[in-house]
């Protein structure tokens, strides 16, 4: 069991003992999306949503769950944060509405924040679907995935292509 990071000499959960490791700026950016309807694609775009500006609302819950990420993540480490920002853009095809999430996460520290990009990203996409499921259930989540960080012991990654 001494091969896993996570484990202790028994065999069970432990968090990982970051101490030594060398504080250095640290990023992460992370995309979700979601597919909505031609409808909830204008009402969004006109904030015409009854409970009230999604993408405002969706943005603060992406930051806020950044925030939080290690009280439901077990062995993320809890972190100061310097900086997040979630942004958003639409990709319209084949009669297809999909609002494209980006989330960017910073700190200086001795462990990366890739979890934290990818937590803001999903609650963001999740408050979306909150906001907007009286009109339609049937929404669906895209893909969650890393584009890229930077910092730390494992040097730099950068996603090949477009993530599809």
């Not at 979601?34 to 694609?41: A, C, G, L, R």
């Not at 809890?78 to 997040?84: E, R, V």
């Not at 937590?119 to 890229?148: H, Q, W």
Request: overall charge positive; charged content about 30%; aromatic content about 8%.
């Amino acid at each position: 069991m001494t091969d896993f990071t996570h484990f202790n000499g028994q065999g069970r959960a432990k968090m990982v003992d970051i101490s030594e490791k060398k504080e250095t700026e640290r990023t992460a950016i992370a995309r979700s999306s979601i597919f909505v309807t031609k409808e909830i694609y204008i009402k969004i775009t006109n904030q015409e949503i009854k409970k009230g500006d999604v993408l405002a609302v969706a943005q603060v819950a992406g930051i806020m769950a950044a925030k939080r990420t290690s009280d439901w993540i077990p062995m993320c480490h809890p972190l100061q944060l310097k900086g997040i920002d979630i942004s958003f853009d639409w990709s319209i095809r084949d009669n297809k509405h999909e609002l494209i999430i980006e989330a960017f996460v910073k700190t200086k520290g001795s462990t990366g924040v890739e979890m934290e990009a990818l937590t803001a990203a999903s609650a963001t996409a999740l408050t979306v679907y909150d906001m907007c499921k009286a009109l339609d259930k049937g929404m669906v989540i895209g893909r969650t995935y890393l584009i890229e960080k930077k910092g730390g012991k494992s040097g730099d990654y950068f996603r090949a292509g477009k993530g599809e």
